[in-house]
């Protein structure tokens, strides 16, 4: 039983590290003083696409086109780059703007780019090998510490650097990660 939490909470928290999904996470939290609201809606992305990874096993990755949800998500990334850049010009206060729905834009970006990332299949193939709902258990578990941790270095980004600098950051880093998905 212990290792069939254990190992996936170990395998995807360390996969997930420092992957897009969690950049994405840290700089939505940079725009947002709602937190809360913001991991609940990256928490729900998370549990809906790597539950039915768990759920369905491999016939995701083989059935739905990888190619048109890369394209889907690269051009959400690129969208939320151009708007965090554009909407900084636009600001003649701080450079800050606030998200009118953290938990729409977390749980919309979230979804889209976790679709076949590797953690995701990684949670389906130990669904094959270990007990799925603990499988499950560990998997979101990881993910949520490692949201949480990306919102709480957000928050303290927000607190340390220029509001100005982070959101042109933000705006290009967001740009960055979308070109990614046509690599």
Same mark, same amino acid.
């Given at each position: 039983?212990?290792?069939?939490? %254990?190992?996936?909470?170990?395998?995807?928290?360390l996969?997930?590290? #420092?992957?897009?999904?969690?950049?994405?996470?840290? =700089?939505?939290?940079?725009?947002?003083? &709602? !937190?809360?609201? %913001?991991?609940?809606?990256?928490? %729900?992305?998370?549990?809906?696409?790597?539950?039915?990874?768990?759920?369905? #096993?491999?016939?995701i990755?083989?059935?739905?086109p990888?190619? !048109?949800?890369?394209? #889907?998500?690269?051009?959400?990334f690129?969208?939320?780059?151009?708007?965090?850049?554009? &909407?900084?010009?636009?600001?003649?206060?701080?450079?800050?703007?606030?998200?009118?729905?953290?938990?729409?834009?977390g749980?919309?970006?979230?979804?889209?780019?976790?679709l076949?990332? &590797?953690?995701?299949?990684?949670a389906?193939?130990?669904?094959?090998? !270990?007990?799925?709902?603990? =499988?499950?258990?560990? =998997?979101?578990?990881?993910?949520?510490?490692l949201?949480?941790?990306?919102?709480? =270095? #957000?928050?303290?980004?927000?607190?340390?650097?220029?509001?100005?600098?982070?959101?042109?950051?933000a705006?290009?880093?967001?740009?960055?990660?979308?070109?990614?998905?046509f690599?």
């Amino acid at each position: 039983m212990i290792p069939d939490i %254990l190992i996936p909470f170990l395998l995807v928290g360390l996969a997930e590290l #420092g992957d897009k999904t969690q950049l994405a996470v840290l =700089v939505l939290s940079t725009k947002t003083r &709602k !937190y809360t609201s %913001l991991l609940a809606g990256v928490m %729900l992305a998370f549990i809906l696409t790597d539950g039915l990874a768990i759920l369905l #096993g491999n016939f995701i990755a083989n059935k739905v086109p990888m190619d !048109y949800v890369r394209i #889907g998500a690269g051009i959400l990334f690129i969208i939320f780059g151009l708007t965090t850049l554009l &909407k900084k010009e636009n600001d003649d206060d701080d450079g800050s703007y606030e998200l009118k729905s953290p938990f729409i834009s977390g749980f919309g970006l979230i979804l889209v780019s976790e679709l076949g990332d &590797k953690t995701q299949l990684a949670a389906a193939l130990f669904a094959t090998q !270990y007990d799925p709902l603990l =499988v499950f258990i560990g =998997v979101i578990f990881a993910l949520l510490l490692l949201s949480a941790m990306a919102i709480y =270095v #957000g928050k303290m980004l927000m607190e340390k650097i220029n509001k100005k600098t982070i959101s042109t950051a933000a705006g290009i880093l967001f740009i960055v990660i979308g070109v990614s998905f046509f690599l």
